[in-house]
């Protein structure tokens, strides 16, 4: 960030963002969690997330368009982000209660309903691609739980008729556009398909080795927009190549492998859904946002972890990885209690 920002002063307050972000991880990793299970913890959570969620309506600051955060000060705070987590906390406390008749069609009814509302709070904003997002992460969590398939098939013809309802009586022109520039890309280049041409352009012009660290014409010659954000993947193509290109998405794979891996060790099936509920988060973040850099994807407006610029992805992402550890830290105590407690009997 550092090497295509010039005078902007993007790479200090990432750099601060990051450090906060690593102490928030440490602290809950090291933390007992397992409060985070009850019920009544999760229902006040969803409240709370809700509720901040409309108070954006009210008090919340317009930024590109959309009415998403709340600026404090010195920094700013986008509510979307921990109600993704939010998300996931209650999707795997639902699931777990019923994985035996997870194949009733009402539980997918039920779980939709959550997501439909914190899908239609951030819509409304209008956040688009958090909202989806939050789709994907709910889907997800549902396949990942044996949904059959007959209800996917179901849930698939859902989807398509809310994208059809949402495009006649919800989408402002500029998102309509973005979809029209997806289906032709080259039909209005230097108005609303700008953003998608010149991040083609510019991840085409890395090629293999990449022009090297600060040598990037398209970023720091300001012909890519938002390149400290939704288009740093690109950016970071131009400098980089193929070959660092593949460096980040290899190690994207690692760590979407370690979360699973931590997953798979958890002491329940909350701890397992919540596992596959963060890499599913993460996976829906890398490939919508790397999908629209390259050109294939709709522009949304998406970040890509652990790069983009911004205080709030950051922490959740990092907490997020903070209470898996924290999870399977107290599941080797709840495993051991176990084994001691089959011995005794």
Not at 99 to 126: D, K
Not at 149 to 167: C, E, M, N
Not at 318 to 329: E, H, N, P, T, V
């Amino acid at each position: 960030m550092s090497s295509f920002t010039g005078a902007d002063n993007y790479f200090i307050k990432q750099l601060i963002w990051i450090c906060v972000s690593l102490l928030v991880f440490f602290v809950l990793s090291i933390s007992d969690l397992r409060f985070l299970k009850k019920t009544e913890i999760i229902t006040l959570g969803f409240g709370i997330t809700c509720a901040v969620l409309t108070l954006l309506f009210i008090v919340g600051s317009v930024s590109k368009g959309a009415q998403s955060w709340f600026k404090l000060g010195f920094f700013s705070i986008q509510p979307s982000d921990p109600a993704k987590l939010m998300l996931i906390l209650l999707l795997s406390k639902y699931f777990s209660r019923r994985h035996m008749e997870i194949a009733h069609i009402r539980h997918i009814i039920v779980s939709g309903l959550y997501a439909f509302i914190l899908f239609l709070l951030i819509l409304l904003q209008p956040d688009f691609g958090s909202a989806i997002i939050i789709f994907f992460v709910w889907l997800g969590m549902v396949v990942v739980s044996g949904i059959s398939k007959k209800h996917l098939a179901i849930v698939s013809l859902g989807a398509v008729f809310t994208f059809l309802a949402l495009w006649n009586f919800a989408f402002a022109d500029y998102q309509k556009a973005r979809v029209m520039n997806f289906i032709n890309p080259l039909a209005d280049i230097r108005g609303s398909g700008y953003n998608a041409y010149q991040s083609t352009i510019t991840v085409g012009s890395g090629q293999v080795f990449g022009k090297g660290i600060g040598y990037g014409t398209q970023s720091r010659l300001h012909f890519l927009p938002e390149y400290q954000t939704d288009f740093i993947f690109a950016a970071y193509s131009e400098e980089w190549g193929f070959i660092g290109s593949s460096l980040i998405l290899f190690l994207f794979g690692l760590v979407i492998y370690r979360i699973l891996n931590n997953a798979i060790r958890g002491a329940s099936n909350f701890e397992l859904l919540y596992g596959a509920g963060i890499a599913i988060l993460f996976m829906s973040h890398i490939f919508i946002n790397i999908g629209m850099n390259l050109g294939v994807l709709p522009v949304t407006g998406i970040t890509v972890p652990f790069m983009s610029y911004g205080g709030s992805h950051l922490i959740v992402e990092f907490a997020a990885l903070g209470i898996l550890m924290s999870m399977r830290k107290h599941a080797r105590v709840a495993h051991k209690d176990a084994m001691q407690n089959d011995f005794i009997m």
